[in-house]
């Protein structure tokens, strides 16, 4: 989805490094995620914000921090990288309405940590 | 919440119909049923969501039956563009958000 961004889209890093992904949304969503992938194991949720002052832990938040700065930024640091944080990472952002929500995904970082 | 059975991977070929089955046991009251579509380096895109019965959208039907134990996302006459990883989805709408859960998902491949 075109009005979700990711930035970088390739990193390519060295263990113990510090590294951001940035995420940032124009559809005026105040729920954002961050998501892992890795080959076999689908989508694993991280971190995810349902407005600027809410912050709540996923399934693997270890070793990964965010940062909500505004309605429509979100971003996932990793403090010192390890080489099995190598992965494909995606942001996403949902409005629930009504009893349908949808989540829009951003297209993705991948990142390779050496 | 839920957890989701799906095929691993199906093939067919353009022109078919594709019918790819969840099998969602523990299935909650609240729960809704949500497939996603996800292009090789992209991420996945919503394509139908339902609770009990058929729902039809521009892309796909969802068949889920009285017991709601599974559910069958229908695809039809599918073309190469339709070659992706199907994910299946349970979980309460309204908490939905902070809780969705992708398996394994399943990978379609669709052949000339």
């Known amino acids: 989805d075109a009005d979700v961004t990711q930035t970088p889209r390739n990193r390519i890093t060295k263990t113990g490094k510090r590294i951001m992904l940035e995420c940032s949304q124009t559809k005026g969503h105040d729920r954002m995620y961050w998501y892992r992938q890795d080959p076999g194991l689908g989508l694993r949720l991280i971190y995810y914000?349902?407005?600027?002052?809410?912050?709540n832990k996923g399934e693997i938040s270890d070793g990964y921090s965010v940062s909500r700065q505004a309605q429509a930024k979100f971003s996932l640091s990793l403090e010192s990288a390890i080489p099995n944080q190598t992965a494909l990472y995606f942001c996403?952002?949902?409005?629930?309405?009504?009893?349908?929500?949808?989540?829009?995904f951003g297209p993705g970082t991948r990142l390779l940590v050496l | 919440l839920a957890k989701t059975t799906q095929p691993i991977s199906m093939d067919s070929y353009e022109g078919q119909e594709v019918n790819i089955t969840c099998s969602h046991n523990?299935?909650?009251?609240?729960?809704?049923i949500t497939w996603y579509q996800q292009f090789p380096s992209q991420g996945p895109r919503f394509i139908i969501q339902?609770?009990?019965t058929k729902v039809t959208n521009e892309v796909a039907s969802l068949f889920i039956p009285a017991d709601r134990k599974s559910s069958t996302l229908s695809l039809p006459r599918v073309s190469l563009s339709d070659t992706a990883v199907y994910y299946c989805l349970v979980g309460e709408i309204y908490n939905q958000g902070g809780k969705l859960i992708f398996g394994q998902g399943t990978e379609l491949s669709v052949k000339p």
């Open positions: 914000s349902f407005d600027v002052k809410d912050i």
């Open positions: 523990n299935i909650a009251t609240n729960d809704y």
């Open positions: 996403a952002t949902s409005d629930p309405q009504g009893v349908q929500e949808t989540q829009y």
């Open positions: 339902g609770y009990k």
